[in-house]
């Protein structure tokens, strides 16, 4: 996304000094700001017509709940990146969120550098949690696959086939390791790496990374 320039970020939060104050920060850190919202309505219909590269996601907004907003969104685009920016620490929140299609979580106590670093690695696909709450994301995903929905569905497609790099990749993601982290380790580009994930998201048809982790976890992937 950054080789196209900046990264498009919009905002959206029913709170407008809070708002404006997120907004000029990212704006003097170099993204650029293409829309914000106060509404989930008009969150879901600027988003749309903006086509931002991460939405800065508040969840408690009117007329339309973030969550909705977030599943909406993704649903239209599922490429886009949503960091959610909450007030909420609390775990049913969180887990919600990222159901819905959030990439990251960030409280709204983090400082302005941690949210400018957690815009830039969402942007690039990188699951972004205050700490902490990746720990619960995780155990979370973890308890899905210890109880897994039945699948003896006849008509369920088989596994889609990866190469064994892609399955290489998918187990350093599923260990929470960066892309950077994850082309160093396999001696490859940054690019490679990028280019293995999405090839891995669109065999497999999921959305993000997080999806992905998740995915991998629930075949164990993580520890091998």
């Known amino acids: 996304m950054s080789d196209k ?5 919009m905002v959206v939060d029913d709170h407008p000094m809070w708002r404006d104050a997120v907004a000029r920060d990212l704006a003097e850190s170099g993204f650029d700001v293409v829309a914000t919202a106060g509404d989930g309505d008009q969150a879901v219909r ?5 086509d931002p590269d991460v939405l800065v996601l508040d969840l408690n907004l009117p007329v339309k709940p973030g969550v909705q907003v977030c599943k909406e969104l ?9 960091l959610v920016l909450s ?9 919600e969120a990222v159901k819905s299609g959030a990439t990251g979580y ?3 106590s983090a400082s302005t550098e941690e949210l400018l670093d957690a815009v ?3 942007a690039v696909g990188d699951p972004v949690f205050t700490p902490g709450l990746a720990g619960l994301v995780l155990g979370e995903y973890r308890r899905l696959a210890t109880d897994p929905a039945p699948t003896t569905d006849p008509d369920q497609p088989r596994a889609p086939q990866l190469t064994e790099r ?12 960066s892309y950077k982290q994850i082309a160093e380790r396999l001696v490859i580009s940054h690019r490679t790496v990028q280019n293995h994930v999405q090839n ?22 993580d520890d091998e």
């Open 5 to 9: 320039g900046p990264i498009k970020v």
């Open 200 to 221: 891995t998201l669109g065999k497999l048809q999921l959305h993000n990374r997080v999806e992905l982790v998740r995915y991998a976890i629930e075949r164990g992937l």
């Open 87 to 95: 007030a909420s620490g609390e775990h049913a929140d969180v887990l």
């Open 74 to 82: 993704v649903g239209h685009n599922p490429a886009l990146r949503v």
């Open 120 to 122: 830039r690695r969402t």
């Open 166 to 177: 892609e399955t290489e990749v998918l187990r350093l993601v599923a260990k929470g390791l």
């Open 106 to 108: 960030l409280l709204k």
């Open 46 to 50: 600027r988003a749309k017509a903006a």
